[in-house]
């Protein structure tokens, strides 16, 4: 009677992890932890990694130092895996750490796409590697107080998903402005997000951010791209006395270059102009 209880138990859990997977995807759901699935099969975790391992295709593994998996349904198969907005939330829940949906990805989520991106780009607290996983990438980008940057649901998003707001998305542009192109490219991209801005959530992402020389180059992006009353917001928030500063701090020396006064911003942009 024992063997056949055992050899029943057994015969149950073979397959175990495709099954789970499966029902997963059907809720959709496109990851899962190895601890997990112990759990809820029962398996060993020997005989658990083992199973994912037999699903080559189906299961693809984010890093090879994390036992973190991302499920793979037909649709994605010739992506080799399925969209980071598909899954981001569930990582970084997994990790304990906060994230959002940032930059250029962020902008996008708003119809602002100037140009094709081919990397998701997501911000987090400290330092990540790069995620390569098939033909999907995640970069990641580091704020410290990130809990101070307003964020809200993506809207349309297919699993849950944090991303900036329209406001909080503009500062980031100009804030990260070198690691993402160039202040062109960034003003290139907050151009298309100005009709949705408002005054009132821009100074509260101000207020959370507190920093004075991205104020004033942001306000001098705002201003060239022709919003002068979100541009008299920015103003507004700054003091009266201001530190005069580079629009592009990459662009090396301030020799020779116009200073716009009511910014106090040294134009080093060939693109740029007030």
């Known amino acids: 009677m024992k063997n056949r209880t055992k050899s029943a138990s057994k015969a149950r859990r073979i397959g175990a992890a495709e099954a789970l997977c499966d029902a997963r995807l059907a809720l959709g759901r496109v990851t899962i932890v190895l601890k997990d699935l112990v759990k809820e099969t029962g398996l060993s975790a020997i005989a658990a990694k083992r199973q994912l391992s037999r699903l080559r295709g189906k299961i693809v593994r984010l890093s090879p130092r994390q036992p973190f998996y991302l499920i793979v349904s037909p649709e994605h198969r010739s992506m080799g895996a399925p969209p980071a907005t598909w899954w981001l939330q569930d990582y970084f829940t997994w990790l304990g750490r906060p994230y959002y949906l940032a930059l250029q990805s962020a902008a996008s989520s708003y119809g602002s796409n100037p140009q094709a991106l081919q990397v998701t780009q997501v911000m987090t607290n400290r330092?990540?590697?790069?995620?390569?996983?098939?033909?999907?990438?995640?970069?990641?980008?580091?704020?410290?107080?990130?809990?101070?940057?307003?964020?809200?649901?993506?809207?349309?998003?297919?699993?849950?998903?944090?991303?900036?707001?329209?406001?909080?998305?503009?500062?980031?542009?100009?804030?990260?402005?070198?690691?993402?192109?160039?202040?062109?490219?960034?003003?290139?991209?907050?151009?298309?997000l100005l009709p949705l801005l408002r005054a009132r959530e821009l100074r509260r992402v101000l207020d959370a951010e507190n920093e004075p020389a991205v104020a004033q180059r942001l306000g001098f992006v705002i201003e060239a791209c022709g919003n002068k009353s979100l541009a008299k917001a920015v103003r507004d928030w700054l003091p009266d006395e201001l530190t005069p500063v580079t629009l592009s701090p990459a662009k090396g020396k301030r020799d020779n270059l116009p200073l716009v006064k009511r910014?106090?911003?040294?134009?080093?942009?060939?693109?740029?102009?007030i």
């Not at 098939?134 to 704020?143: E, I, L, M, S, T």
């Not at 500062?171 to 290139?188: F, K, M, N, Q, W």
């Not at 910014?263 to 102009?273: G, I």
């Open 127 to 192: 330092p990540c590697r790069t995620i390569k996983v098939g033909r999907v990438q995640v970069r990641f980008f580091v704020k410290r107080g990130i809990e101070r940057t307003p964020t809200q649901q993506a809207a349309g998003a297919v699993a849950p998903l944090l991303v900036s707001t329209a406001e909080a998305t503009a500062y980031d542009l100009v804030r990260y402005a070198t690691s993402i192109g160039g202040i062109e490219r960034a003003a290139e991209t907050i151009r298309p």
């Open 263 to 273: 910014w106090q911003v040294f134009n080093n942009s060939s693109e740029l102009k």
